[in-house]
């Protein structure tokens, strides 16, 4: 029984066809999120890989080898020493490494991800 005053038309709510795509939006956010956030994490292992890389050597290929070392322990698979781009400064070194990362969504849609990393203090 409806109280007086309150029209039972008048009540909201979520129809099923609205919260079937509400759940297929999260669902699809879930995806993506749930494979892109392993690059994400790949890449700030990379960052620090080239911080202590850059730290431990004083030739170009002391510092690959030494990220060579750091990716092995650090779990990085997409970058090695053969991509860094190492240039003298002054007194040192600036490591700097790019690359891209595509991930299969579902079918033919992928995503392309560009990531740059470097040592440079600009």
Known sequence: MV???INARAQG?????GFMVVVA??????VVGMKVVPTVVE????????????NAGSTAGE???AFDKQSSVGYI???SGKDLEVKRNGDGFDVSVAYEKKISLFGPVS??????AT????
């Open 77 to 79: 698979d997409s970058v």
């Open 13 to 17: 709510g979520v129809s099923l066809s």
């Open 25 to 30: 939006i999260i669902a699809l956010l879930a």
């Open 119 to 122: 040592t440079s203090p600009r």
């Open 63 to 65: 510092i690959k080898a």
């Open 111 to 116: 995503l392309l991800i560009d990531y740059q």
């Open 3 to 5: 109280p007086s005053g």
């Open 43 to 54: 890449f700030s292992s990379i960052k620090k890989a080239l911080t202590s890389a850059k």
